[in-house]
Each structure stands twice: as structure tokens, then as C-alpha cells.
């Protein structure tokens, strides 16, 4: 459930996750939609959640099954120019697919609401010191200092690009390369916040 104010004690809680970003919810997601007995603390330093980012990437077997419903966009061709010459390739076993985060959340946000496993605390800002260490997922991402005394830091690996929403073609995926920069990985509304980092769930 999504409560008002920080737990009185963490004695309850087999994980306590800081950054109730992609990592936090879908860890939290899983818990649910397996049904694991687990009890798990998210903790997000933002008061609300609101469109920051799209993530983009291939779809293959390793994508949750409820993810697959909450897809974007897909996109089953790609164009690529590389200065010299355009070159576009069929992907029908593999597409190429946007996710954005506005509806990710809001799927997020309502499968915790009915949740007794996941409790998700919001405008929080928690430090890693404060709490169990074995019990800790530090989920706030590579901008932070890693620290090599926790026993969780992830990182991601992608560009961030800032796009009018209208900039997403409908059919084929299109980019032109630069010759020191490889392909996007995913791509940040321009409303956006400027601090907002764009993450890729697969590169």
C-alpha cells in the first residue's frame, strides 16, 4: 500500500529499497505478480509521479508479460544513416518499443495501492546509513556515489535525448548516427526536468 508517513519500525521488512524509480517499482511488481512472500519498503524522495521519460527497448522473452500490455509503441522496422548511406532492417521476431513512464507508474502505483506485500512511501528522502544492511537495495541510480560497503548499486547504461513527443514516428524507427555516438538508447520529453535522467530497461 502507499502510506502517508514512514513506518514506525522496519523489523517487518525482508527488503528496503531507496528510489522508487524503474528499479524499485518493477522489483516491487515482481514480488506481486509472483506472489512471493516477501514484505518490501520503497522509498521515493519525489512527492508524485508524473511523465519524466520514455524507455525504449527490444522485446524478446525476458519481458515481463505485463509489460507486453502496457507497451507504447512498437515499432517493427528500423532506419538507420550513418552519413554515408540510410539503411533500414525488418524486426518482426524482435521489435523495437516504447514504453512511457506515465503509464508504467500508474500501473505501478495502483498494484501497490491493493498490495499487502509492498509499501511505497513517498517524499522521503532516506539515506542507506539508516537502515539494515542486509536488508537494503540502494535503487537511486549510477549518479550516485557508489559506495562499495552496500551490497546493491545499479547502474545504466544509454543516452539521454530530449524530443518534442510529436518527434516519435509512427512506423519506422528512425535515427541518424553520428560517427562517435552509437545508437540512442531512449529518449526524455522535453518538459521533462532537466536533472531527470532517461534510463533504457535493455540497451
Same mark, same amino acid.
Given at each position: 500500500? @502507499? ?15 531507496? *528510489?522508487?524509480?524503474?528499479? *524499485? =517499482? ?13 514484505? $518490501? ?9 508524473? !511523465? ?21 509503441? +512498437? ?11 540510410? !539503411? ?29 506485500? $509492498? ?13 539494515? =544492511?542486509?536488508?537494503? =537495495?540502494?535503487?537511486? *541510480? ?6 562499495? +560497503?552496500?551490497?546493491? @548499486?545499479?547502474?545504466? $547504461?544509454? =543516452? +539521454? ?9 509512427? $512506423? ?7 560517427? +562517435? ?21 535493455? *540497451?
Amino acid at each position: 500500500m @502507499i502510506l502517508n508517513s514512514p513506518p514506525a519500525h522496519y523489523t517487518q521488512y525482508d527488503k528496503i529499497i531507496i *528510489g522508487g524509480g524503474v528499479f *524499485g =517499482l518493477s522489483y516491487a511488481l515482481a514480488i506481486i505478480e509472483h506472489d512471493l512472500a516477501q514484505r $518490501v519498503l520503497i522509498i521515493e524522495s519525489r512527492t508524485q509521479y508524473y !511523465h519524466d521519460r520514455n524507455w525504449c527497448f527490444w522485446f524478446d522473452d525476458d519481458v515481463p508479460d505485463y509489460v507486453s500490455d502496457l507497451i507504447t509503441q +512498437t515499432y517493427q522496422y528500423s532506419s538507420f544513416d550513418d552519413g554515408n548511406e540510410q !539503411h533500414t532492417m525488418a524486426h518482426f521476431e524482435m521489435p523495437y518499443c516504447r514504453l512511457a513512464s506515465s503509464t508504467f507508474y500508474d500501473y505501478a502505483l495502483t498494484k501497490i495501492e491493493h498490495s499487502d506485500s $509492498v509499501d511505497l512511501v513517498l517524499g522521503w528522502q532516506a539515506y542507506p546509513e539508516e537502515f539494515p =544492511l542486509e536488508k537494503l =537495495l540502494d535503487a537511486r *541510480g549510477a549518479w550516485q556515489k557508489p559506495d562499495k +560497503t552496500k551490497n546493491m @548499486i545499479q547502474a545504466f $547504461v544509454g =543516452l +539521454t535525448v530530449s524530443v518534442p513527443e510529436h518527434a516519435y514516428p509512427p $512506423v519506422l524507427a528512425s535515427v541518424t548516427l553520428p560517427r +562517435t555516438v552509437k545508437v540512442p538508447a531512449c529518449a526524455k520529453p522535453d518538459n521533462a526536468p532537466s536533472h531527470m535522467k532517461a534510463m533504457a530497461s535493455k *540497451g
